[in-house]
Antibody
């Protein structure tokens, strides 16, 4: 079954970091780019960046430059998204999403809720 | 950044009737060299991730086992786009988002909440 399975919910204090994983199954991870999109409670969708799992190259939204790092482990078909210096405004559901080559997203993970609270 | 603006913010339509959702981009998302429009539509139901409906502004997603029903259609070019549901079904209740993938950062509309009247 083709799917992206994400790690479970996380709670962090302001200033801390979080690392969310996204494991691909049913297809070869290195074939397609993976994007990260987040959604604050009751809000819309916000694109964070993209990683090419084949070579590891990344492009980040300027808003997150310096705070986000996307990496991959091809041996386990897993993508990681780490966000540092967390603040309350980072409370959101974080999604990984597959890109078949056109930069639209045909397959999404189930989402990971990250809560930032003191 | 390209700003995507949807209208209306919410919409109530009777079962079997047509639903129309609009999306406007702050600049053209038509790439002249290939004549392609870099616009997608997604449906999101409560507690679920978004689901791709349309890409290239009018191509219905069909790569998954359960393809997008043909009552969903996309149209438009340049800066003005429309998602149409020709005959609303109960399972179409959701929030709908447009997305431009013409340039980074890829951006989404604020969403349109579709309900049954």
């Amino acid at each position: 079954q083709v799917q992206l399975v994400q790690s479970g919910a996380e709670v962090r204090k302001p200033g801390a970091s979080v690392k969310v994983s996204c494991k691909a199954s049913g297809y070869t991870l290195t074939t397609y780019h993976i994007h990260w999109v987040r959604q604050a409670p009751g809000q819309g969708l916000e694109w964070m960046g993209v990683i090419n799992p084949s070579g590891g190259s990344t492009t980040y939204a300027q808003k997150f430059q310096g705070r986000v790092t996307m990496t991959r482990d091809t041996s386990t078909s897993t993508i990681y998204m780490e966000l540092t210096s967390l603040r309350s405004q980072d409370t959101a559901v974080y999604y990984c999403a597959r890109d078949l080559g056109g930069n639209w997203f045909d397959l999404w993970g189930q989402g990971t809720l990250v809560t930032v609270s003191s | 950044d390209i700003v995507m603006t949807q209208s209306p913010d919410s919409l109530a339509v009777s079962l079997g009737e047509r639903a129309t959702i609009n999306c406007k981009s702050s600049q053209s998302v038509l790439y002249s060299s290939n004549n392609r429009t870099y616009l997608a539509w997604y449906q999101q139901k409560p507690g679920q991730p978004p689901n791709l409906l349309i890409y290239w502004a009018s191509t219905r997603e069909s790569t998954r086992e359960s393809g997008v029903p043909d009552r969903f259609s996309g149209s438009g070019s340049g800066t003005d786009f429309t998602l149409t549901i020709s005959s609303l079904q109960a399972e179409d209740v959701a929030v709908y988002y447009c997305q431009q993938y013409y340039s980074t950062p890829y951006t989404f509309g604020q969403g349109t909440k579709l309900e049954i009247k």
